[in-house]
Each structure stands twice: as structure tokens, then as C-alpha cells.
């Protein structure tokens, strides 16, 4: 998911909430599971007018354990006319926000469940109804209806277990008028015409993908099509803005290309489209093979100077189909992970693209926007955000999640070295395809390859709040040929930050003759006093000058 500028703008001035914070994950912020849902069968039907749902949902499921009687699903304002298995009704009762059905004898952990659910809703959230738009005789965006699950709406149109954890394939039938546009997940497998005037769209995603990824649009739109090698890709747009199609995803497949490149992981699925629709509270989101975008958001593809961000809107989404929909975080303390690492790969395929400089310029401009928002925002969450459990909150603070996450990412990268983490990627990658990970899983991947221990990189980078701020106190020798650097860590100590972050920094020291020359120095104590010698006279001294470490603030007398 991307957040549009709007968005981010409002949400960095929201208030803070205090939290305990120790190095290490929660497993509070984990859900346990009764069983492992293996596919979803969905079929759907609409009243938009009444914004009405009919649902017929099949949950083929294992048992995790043997003696289970009553099986829970997450399922928010549901009318269920009937609930079964194998024809039998099964005796059901809704409780808040969940459905719990009664097996007819207590559970074999041998044997698969495909329980059925037969329904209607008036869902609040996961599906939106949009109606038709125009501007005098000018159709500013057809009628439209779509899905936003992240991070649990699925629960409000379809009977699940709606926790990433919980991976499962899925089959949609997706019954709408004939002659409109359904986009969904996976192969279309048939649209079949009905007496009635609808079609039913089938799709069918034989990868295993969390709820929060299993989305459909439907409405009136134009596909242009085209193809990655043998994968097609599907832009759908409205009638009569075709045009933005080259400004906003022209560089689709060079994107996808880059993605293979950078990772050494081909793309992962069967197809990818991506669809605008109006409306949208975020700039995109990452559906599975079929990516969701603000209309509102691309169209700034036709003013010169915001279509870069549009770009960068686009990358993002398509780094996903690798981080977040092949590998995906376990719990959303870990989101990280997904939206982290789509926010550094903005970077890398600008480094593709345009080279070192442009990408350093992007990792720079993400650690600022995070900075900035420290600035209104004290203690928000750390990467590993031990206030997932309310998910309400979970998007409040993207500064941290996308912002720090990304330029985290950059920075592990620098501590590792190139050939380490491109190698770890890759292997990350491979070792969990689309399961469901952790920040551990990416640690012991990361140690293995480069053959360092990183315990204390993620613990202060990713478990712990805040960031390093560092005062610099510069004394010059006489004849200049010596400099003591005095480093001082201000940041404020309290249990939910490092107290001494461990800096490995490097220092250019600028010689009056125009040279210069780069020493490291090991910064590990709140103060810590160095000398630095040289063979000619210094001019200059600079800090972090390759940006290996954007996250950390240098202040002094000298210091911009």
C-alpha cells in the first residue's frame, strides 16, 4: 500500500500514545489459529443502489488439532440465511465481529472442512459502492465497485480467518451486469452470460495469498493490454483518459525488469494489472497480480513536474508483488517488511534507472520526511510496532513504517555491503516464497550471507523507536593537522530508545590543498572523544559523507 499526499499530511500531525517497548518481538501481536484455511471458493452478487452484497462462501479448511467443536470466523455484520457442511445445516451464532459454527462431532485433524456460507451484507468497510461522476455533460469517473482489505476489511463481505498469518488460494465468481468490467486476482478462468443479463466472472489464484490481498473491481473501463515476456499485463483506465496510459505506467515493464534484476528473483505470479478507481484513501494497493490505484493519484501523471512521484507510486506497488505478496509479514507488527522494503526498492529502481546519485537522493528525502516527522510526532512506534495489535492505528504514523523503514533497508545494505545484501535478497526470497515471515527470518538471512552478527542493528534500528542524534564538537590543532572530534548522543533516553546507538561512521577529512581522505570511526558510547590525525593541514571535516547512515542527525558549530 502507498499513501497519497493528502494522507500523509494529515496523519503526521496526529497525536502520540505511549507505549512499552523491549527489543524484541511480542508474541501478544500473533494470532492464534484453530486451522489452516487452504482455499476460498467466493461467489458474489451486488444491489448498488442498496449497496447490498450476496455472498456464497465455501472455507475448505484443515483442523490444527483433533476435538475442536466450534470453529470462529472473522465476519463483521453478516445476515447469514444459512451455514453448512457436506448439505448438512450447521447450528451457528454471531458474537461482535465473528461467526462461530458448531461441527457436527468434534474435529479430525486428519480430515478437511469445506464449510459454506450463505449470506447478505451491508458491508461499512472492504467493499465500497461508488456512484457515477460528472462534471456538467463531462463523465469524471464512471460508477464503481471495489475492494480495500488491508489490513482487515475482507472481514466485512467474506467469512475468513483475516490475519496475514493465514495463507489460502482462492476461486471468485463474481456475477454483475453484462458488459461491465470485473478485475480480479489470478487467471480468468470463464465469463459465462446468464438468462437474467449479468455474466459471472471467474477467477482462479492457485498461489496461496492472505485475505487482505483478495480484491475485484468492477465497472466501465478501456484495457489496454500488453506483455512482460509471456505474463500479460492489463491497464484499465476510463474511457477517454487512455491517454495517461504512457505517462503514468509506461515504464511498467522496465520496472518489472529491473525488480528481476536487483533480486535475482523472477516475477513471482501469472499476470499483473493494475486499475484506477475513484475514491481511493490510498495513492495504491498491492492486490495480488491485480494492483489498485487513485485515479486521482495517476492523473498528476500529466503535470510534469509530480510525475516522478507517480512513478515512484508505481514501483512501490510493483516491489510488493515481491515484498508483501511472495514473502509476507507474519503479524502486521512486522509490516516493515512489506511497505520498508517497497519504499527502499522506489530507491533501487531509481538507481537503476538514473543512476547512484538519484537513488541516494531518494533514500535522503524518505530518512528527512521520517526526521520531520519526529519533529511533531516524539514517539510514534518503532519498525517492529508493538501497537499492531490495534489496527486502527496501524497506518497513523507512515512516516515511520515507509519513510524510516525504507531508508533502514538502505542502511543494511550499507552495513552488510553490496554484494552480501543483494545476495541475501535473493535468498530471503527463495528461502520463504510465499510464506509468511518475520524480522528474524530477515536477520538470520542477512548474518548468514555476510557472516556478521546484526543483533544489535536490529535491535536499535528496528525494535526500538526514535533515531540518533548527534552533536559535534570540532577542536583543530593548532597547525591543523589534527582534529578532535567530540561526539555527543542527545537523543532522548528512555526505555523506548537507544539510549547509545552504535555508529559506524565515516569522517572525510578535506585537506587545505584540495585532497581529502575518508577515516571510520566506531561511535558506541552516549560521548566519545576521537583524534584524527593527519599529514597535511585539514580545511574541512564532513560527516557521513557516502550517506551510508542518512538516519543519524550530526549537529555542531559548522554542521549544515
Known amino acids: 500500500m502507498m499513501f497519497t499526499r493528502s494522507a500523509l499530511a494529515a496523519l503526521f500531525l496526529l497525536s502520540i500514545y505511549a507505549f512499552a517497548a523491549n527489543a524484541q518481538p511480542d508474541p501478544r501481536l500473533d494470532r492464534a489459529r484453530q486451522y489452516d484455511v487452504e482455499h476460498y471458493t467466493i461467489k458474489l452478487s451486488f444491489e448498488p443502489k442498496q449497496k447490498l452484497v450476496r455472498g456464497d462462501t465455501s472455507v475448505r479448511l484443515r483442523p490444527l488439532k483433533a476435538g475442536l467443536k466450534t470453529l470462529e470466523f472473522d465476519a463483521v455484520a453478516f445476515s447469514f440465511s444459512r451455514v453448512s457442511l457436506d448439505g448438512r445445516d450447521l447450528t451457528f451464532r454471531t458474537i461482535k465481529d465473528k461467526v462461530l459454527v458448531d461441527l457436527p462431532a468434534p474435529s479430525d485433524a486428519e480430515r478437511n472442512y469445506e464449510i459454506r456460507f450463505e449470506y447478505t451484507a451491508r458491508p461499512k468497510k472492504g467493499i465500497y459502492f461508488v456512484e457515477e461522476r460528472k462534471a456538467g455533460d463531462r463523465l469524471v469517473h464512471p460508477a464503481q465497485i471495489w475492494t480495500q482489505g488491508q489490513p482487515d476489511e475482507a472481514r466485512h463481505w467474506l467469512p475468513s480467518f483475516d490475519f496475514p498469518s493465514d495463507k489460502a488460494t482462492t476461486e471468485k465468481f463474481i456475477t454483475v451486469p453484462k458488459g461491465q468490467t470485473v478485475v480480479g486476482n489470478g487467471e480468468t478462468v470463464a465469463v459465462t452470460e446468464n438468462p437474467d443479463g449479468t455474466a459471472t ?22 484495457k489496454i493490454s500488453e506483455s512482460f515476456r509471456d505474463i500479460p499485463l492489463g491497464y484499465y483506465v476510463y474511457a477517454g483518459r487512455e491517454n495517461i496510459l504512457p505517462l503514468a505506467y509506461g515504464k511498467t515493464i522496465r520496472m518489472l525488469e529491473a525488480m528481476e534484476e536487483i533480486t535475482g528473483i523472477a516475477y513471482p505470479f501469472n499476470k499483473y494489472d493494475q486499475t ?29 513536474f509530480m510525475r516522478g512521484n507517480v512513478e515512484d507510486l508505481v514501483a512501490h506497488e510493483i516491489a510488493h508483488s515481491w515484498f508483501g505478496n511472495n514473502t509476507t509479514c507474519k ?70 513504517t515507509y519513510n524510516k523503514g525504507g531508508a533502514v533497508v538502505h542502511q543494511l545494505r550499507e552495513q552488510v555491503g553490496d554484494d552480501n545484501f543483494w545476495r541475501g535478497v535473493k535468498l530471503f526470497l527463495e528461502r520463504h516464497r510465499f510464506s509468511s515471515v518475520e524480522t528474524a527470518d530477515l536477520q538470520k538471512v ?39 572530534l567530540i561526539f555527543t548522543q542527545t537523543q532522548r533516553v528512555s526505555p523506548l530508545t537507544t539510549a547509545a546507538y552504535k555508529l559506524p561512521v565515516e569522517v572525510e577529512l578535506k585537506f587545505a590543498d584540495g585532497t581529502s581522505k575518508v577515516e571510520k570511526v566506531d561511535i558506541a558510547a552516549r560521548a566519545k572523544t576521537v583524534t584524527l590525525k593527519a599529514e597535511k593541514p585539514i580545511s574541512e571535516v564532513t560527516f557521513d559523507p557516502a550517506s551510508k547512515i542518512p538516519l543519524a542527525v550530526f549537529s555542531g558549530p559548522g554542521i549544515k
Do not use: C
Not at 512489506?338 to 534507472?353: C, L, M, Q, S, V
Not at 556478521?452 to 540518533?468: A, C, I, N
Open 276 to 304: 484506477m478507481v475513484a475514491n481511493f484513501e490510498f495513492g495504491g494497493m498491492e492486490n495480488i497480480t491485480a494492483t489498485t490505484m487513485a485515479d486521482t493519484e495517476i492523473f498528476y501523471a500529466s503535470i510534469d
Open 446 to 484: 542477512m548474518e548468514e550471507v555476510s557472516g556478521q552478527e546484526l543483533k544489535w542493528f536490529f535491535d536499535q534500528w528496528v525494535f526500538r523507536s526514535g533515531h540518533p542524534k548527534v552533536r559535534v564538537t570540532n577542536r583543530f590543532a593548532a597547525n591543523k593537522k589534527a582534529v578532535t
Open 331 to 400: 503479524t502486521w507488527a512486522d509490516l516493515w517488511l512489506n511497505e520498508g522494503f517497497a519504499t527502499f526498492f522506489e530507491a533501487a529502481i531509481r538507481e537503476k534507472f538514473y543512476g547512484r546519485e538519484e537513488y541516494l537522493r531518494k533514500v535522503g528525502v524518505d530518512a528527512e520526511n521520517y526526521v520531520n516527522h519526529t519533529a511533531t510526532t516524539p514517539v510514534s512506534h518503532a519498525l517492529y510496532n508493538r501497537r499492531a495489535g490495534d489496527t486502527s492505528v496501524l497506518f497513523r504514523w507512515p512516516a515511520v
Open 201 to 222: 466472472h471467474h477467477f482462479r489464484l492457485d498461489i496461496p495469498h492472505p485475505t487482505y490481498l483478495i480484491s475485484f473491481v468492477v465497472g466501465d473501463y478501456v
